[in-house]
């Protein structure tokens, strides 16, 4: 599987952005998807997951409420939903699968990684 993220760019605080993460050479319907972010001098910070069916999913403090991930299986493609952008949550957004293990938060147990999209939220 590859990943390819898209969707980010440069918005005002307030606004929203839809973050779209397409696969491709196989379905993702075996993984769980997860996004994570990386603001400059910054470490790699966990934003959300989905699990495989998309019956689950789950949140960094910072963004619940906020952002939405979703996954259409048949289009194999995930979304981040980002609204109230903040200045906060500039950084490049990677989306990530995890063929093998149970849902997690962690970007070490994520096997597949997307090339990052930039979003940058002015004030």
């Known amino acids: 599987v590859q990943l390819q993220a898209s969707g980010g760019g440069l918005v005002q605080a307030g606004d929203s952005l839809r973050l779209s993460c397409a696969a491709t050479g196989r379905t993702i319907s075996g993984y769980t998807m997860g996004w994570f972010r990386q603001a400059p001098g910054k470490g790699q910070e966990f934003v959300a997951f989905i699990t495989r069916s998309g019956a689950s999913t789950d949140y960094a403090d910072s963004v619940k409420g906020r952002f939405t991930i979703s996954r259409d299986n048949a289009n194999n493609t995930v979304y981040l939903q980002m609204n109230s952008l903040r200045p906060e949550d500039t950084a490049v957004y990677y989306c990530?699968?995890?063929?093998?293990?149970?849902?997690?938060?962690?970007?070490?147990?994520?096997?597949?990684w997307g090339q990052g999209t930039q979003v940058t939220v002015s004030s």
């Open positions: 990530a699968a995890d063929q093998w293990g149970a849902p997690t938060n962690r970007p070490r147990e994520y096997d597949l």
